[in-house]
């Protein structure tokens, strides 16, 4: 090979090297976030899918699928079995949970997010904020193995209960499928808890100078408290996913009772308690509920905001209570519980704490609400879509007092009801609040625009057929209509229910179809969105201040923070804004003149 070939060659590996260093093994906060932005839009869009197939299910039961059916279930004649139902409620739950809201409010937003805001040039520990990523990978690939593993994929559903879960004979799909299962939700677990560690030591450590903990956004607060949730409630969670893997795999009995026998299979050699489960489970999943909404809530307090022009109403009292809600949320995991025969002392004790955790969640409402009233309010996209994370908070909210109730919980615990809870919550809440964010720091971080009038459209549309979709949920579950059946018609009281479940599944195959109009908007604005400056929002926190997008290294000079993220209309400049960086004009005394530089790093 001559001299010049082999320099060539050379070349080659070199930007092989490089490429993969800056885009794929980067320890870059930033294209790290934006590594989790990809791949949980692309799981959200599975997510999607999966949904509809249990929308078809309860629309046309028995019927064969266009197109898709005979190609994905041949066997049954293109439709869809009762064992395949099982597993596509348990996937899109899996889906939707694990790779799509968890990962992309700490993973994406999170990593994004937290140095820029905070004025540090990267995470505490880049390395390990690396591997955080990647240990999703083996968890994308364990679970989505396991919807192929046959005959069926996992189905006992996202909460996994013993026996079903645990006893290899139980169903088809429970055996291999559900092994996989969990080692992949182990997976997902190793990849917060490193999360959780970087983000918890990034915020106390690596302030700018001047960003005391109350000059910080409520972002970070809500990514603080969030990572603080993952790190005492993960490892219960983890811990019993492993114990239930021994009892799959080492025959140990920690859920199983002895004995047990089903389909025939050998008895379990048992000694346990199913029950045990219900309790380690949802020790973790409850706060894991807030772990899916704090940093969605953080984010919208500053859209809000911004866009009202208005100071946040009441910083502290938000910030006290996003503290109260994540530390209430240890003590309630046992609503989930109610009909499993619980004592009814005990059983009060969860209602009347579950009931408490309304409190602050009406105090953030009203926070919100109060920072509108009277502001300047731009009805900019990221702004309906947080004004729509409130209003549908609400609704989510009230039917969660509904169901703390015990006596109520009794009659529609397992019902639609449940479902049209968790679904306003998350998707009308915490989901409606992703899109308002990825409009709002797309700028940031592509240096671009997305289009406003699709955006407004996408806004306008999801929120017509979201309502379509899940408020007709509460009607179904306060007549009893249950969940997680393949064919609630076999019961007669339910067959009248029948066109309401067609028109809900006619809106949920429009709302997954509007969101075309955002992944073309998304797209297309990479490349060609307005080009944008360091400000396009006139907003105060400190990414506003950083190159659109900031390099490595974030910051092109050390920032020094001099006030609070939410000084809008404040009297003493001229502009309606006050960026966090801006030194106070001359004559004004600060309050907190910066520490010594001493005390950052
Ligand atoms: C005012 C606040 C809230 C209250 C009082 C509340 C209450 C409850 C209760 C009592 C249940 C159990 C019902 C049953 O299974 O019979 C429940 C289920 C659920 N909640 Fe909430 N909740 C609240 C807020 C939230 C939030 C903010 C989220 C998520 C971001 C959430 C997500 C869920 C989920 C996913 C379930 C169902 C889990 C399952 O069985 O699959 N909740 N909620
Ligand atoms: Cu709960």
Request: aromatic share 16%; net charge neutral; hydrophobic share 50%.
């Amino acid at each position: 090979m001559s001299d010049h070939a082999q320099h060539g060659n050379q070349n080659v590996w070199q930007s092989a090297y490089a490429f993969c260093d800056h885009y794929v093994f980067s320890r870059d906060h930033k294209i790290i976030g934006l590594q989790f932005l990809f791949s949980t839009l692309l799981w959200f869009l599975v997510g999607g899918l999966l949904a509809l197939g249990i929308r078809w299910q309860l629309a046309f039961p028995w019927s064969n699928m266009p197109v898709l059916g005979p190609w994905l279930f041949s066997d049954e004649g293109g439709q869809i079995s009762p064992e395949f139902y099982t597993t596509l409620f348990t996937m899109h739950a899996t889906v939707m949970i694990f790779f799509v809201i968890i990962p992309i409010l700490a993973g994406a937003f999170g990593n994004y997010l937290i140095p820029l805001m905070i004025g540090a040039d990267d995470m505490a520990f880049p390395t390990l904020n690396m591997l955080s990523y990647w240990f999703m990978w083996p968890a994308f690939i364990l679970i989505g193995l396991s919807f192929f593993t046959p005959p069926y994929g996992a189905g006992a559903g996202w909460t996994s209960y013993p026996p079903l879960s645990a006893v290899t004979t139980a169903a088809p799909g429970s055996d291999f499928a559900q092994t996989l299962w969990l080692l992949g939700v182990t997976c997902v677990g190793i990849s917060s808890m490193l999360g959780s560690v970087n983000y918890m030591t990034t915020i106390v450590q690596m302030r700018a100078p001047g960003m005391t903990m109350f000059r910080l956004p409520m972002t970070i607060w809500g990514m603080f408290i969030t990572a603080i949730l993952q790190a005492f409630a993960l490892p219960v969670l983890t811990a019993a996913g492993f114990m239930q893997l021994t009892d799959r795999t080492f025959g140990t009995g920690f859920f199983l009772p002895e004995g047990l026998v089903v389909n025939n299979g050998p008895p379990a050699t048992g000694g346990g308690q199913p029950l045990l489960w219900q309790h380690l489970f949802w020790f973790y999943s409850h706060p894991a509920v807030y772990i899916m909404i704090l940093p969605a809530m953080g984010m919208v307090s500053d859209m809000i905001s911004c866009f009202s022009r208005k100071p946040l109403f009441g910083y502290k009292p938000m910030v006290y209570s996003i503290s109260g809600i994540a530390g209430l949320g240890f003590i309630v995991w046992g609503h989930h519980m109610f009909v499993s025969g619980m004592n009814p002392i005990l059983g009060m004790t969860f209602m009347v704490s579950t009931m408490m955790i309304a409190l602050p969640s009406a105090v953030k409402v009203f926070n919100w609400i109060g920072t509108v009233w009277g502001g300047k309010v731009q009805f900019t996209t990221p702004m309906l879509f947080s004004l729509s994370f409130v209003s549908m908070f609400i609704i989510g909210g009230l039917s969660g007092i509904f169901m703390a109730a015990t006596p109520v919980d009794i009659f529609i615990h397992d019902t639609y009801f449940i479902v049209a809870h968790f679904h306003y919550v998350l998707f009308a809440g915490t989901a409606m609040a992703v899109f308002g964010a990825i409009y709002f720091w797309f700028p940031k971080m592509f240096g671009r625009m997305m289009n406003e009038t699709a955006g407004k459209v996408h806004f306008l549309l999801t929120f017509i057929f979201l309502n379509g979709t899940f408020y007709t949920m509460h009607i179904l579950g306060a007549v009893g209509f249950p969940r997680r059946l393949a064919d609630p018609y076999d019961y007669e009281t339910f067959r009248h229910l029948l066109p309401l479940n067609q028109f809900m599944s006619v809106c949920a195959i429009l709302m997954v179809a509007v969101q075309i109009v955002f992944a073309v908007n998304f797209v297309m604005s990479i490349f060609w969105g307005r080009r944008v400056g360091r400000n396009p929002w006139g907003a105060n926190s400190l990414e506003w201040s950083a190159p659109s997008p900031p390099g490595h290294g974030n910051f092109d000079f050390q920032p020094v923070v001099y006030r609070g993220p939410y000084e809008y209309g404040s009297p003493e400049v001229d502009t309606d804004f006050y960026p966090q960086i801006q030194p106070p004009p001359k004559g004004v005394e600060t309050d907190a003149p910066a520490p010594h530089p001493a005390e950052t790093h």
